[in-house]
């Protein structure tokens, strides 16, 4: 197959034209001048300028990836996810309608119940698609390469820091960068438009994300069964104070989130992912060593 990636530099895009390319399949990158990068094996460059005369005859599907990633800081102005989220979607679904058979849209388990600009942007991008595109919704994805929420767990982990917040045994779904890739390469030779959440089968606690952390840096885990209580009386304090643990980041670190991919599997005859969680994120965790 051909497949044109938008965002083809960022962390997805990368191992995405990585992992075609192994089995075969010629990669396009579409991406902004500043991010393309030779140690990656796209078969030819575009950029965002010239996207009126990219000649899209023999491309087979395009994967749409680029867009604003949420924003941890708060700091964004809300606007901007929708300028870049939907108008770039826009643009490359209008510039290649009726020209390439597939179109496979990254938009977010946050679409779901889109409560944030970010969430709400993605939704938008949905909704402008409306039915004519494969739209993946995935739990959050981690890799070789990954930066996000993952990265700050383990640079409390490595230190061999405690764990004071064992007594919250939450689960929460991520996606192997592994899954997304054979997902994605399924759909793009035989998917059919719809919105499909993906994630791993299994889910991971954080008490167990830390054991493995631990556990990749050669050590075992410090797990401290603080009371409940005493650890949201020291948020809301932190709250006050402006401290690293507040009551936001408590929720977010001890919050359940879950990710159905049955229907997924089911579109693509899968029994289950090609990955399991606990192998998926050895490996991410072993790129990060």
Known sequence: MKILVTGAYGFVGTNLCRYLSEKGHGC???????????????????????????????????????????DLKKVSDPQSYFDINVGLTERIFNAASGKVPRFVYFSSSKAADADTPYGNSKLAAEQFLDG????????????????????????????????PLASFENKRSFTS??????????????????????????????????????????????LWHLPRGLMRFAAKVGDILHLPLNTERLGKLTEDSFVDNAALKKHLGWSQMPIRAEDGMRETLKSFI
Do not use: Q
């Open 28 to 70: 396009i990158a579409l991406d902004i001048p500043e991010a393309r990068r030779d140690d990656v094996p796209y078969k030819a460059f575009h950029s965002w300028d010239d996207l009126g005369n990219i000649d899209f005859s023999g491309v087979d599907a395009i994967v749409h990836l680029a867009g604003k990633a949420h």
């Open 132 to 163: 004519r595109a494969i739209v993946l919704r995935p739990a959050m994805i981690h890799g070789p390469g990954n930066k996000g929420n993952l990265n700050l767990l383990w640079g409390f982990a490595r230190r061999g820091f405690p764990w």
């Open 177 to 222: 960068i592994g899954n997304v890739c054979a997902a994605v390469e399924a759909l793009c030779e035989r998917g059919e438009n719809g919105i499909y959440p993906i994630a791993d089968d299994e889910m991971l606690s954080t008490n167990r994300l830390i054991e493995l952390m631990a556990e990749a840096c050669g050590r075992k885990a410090r």
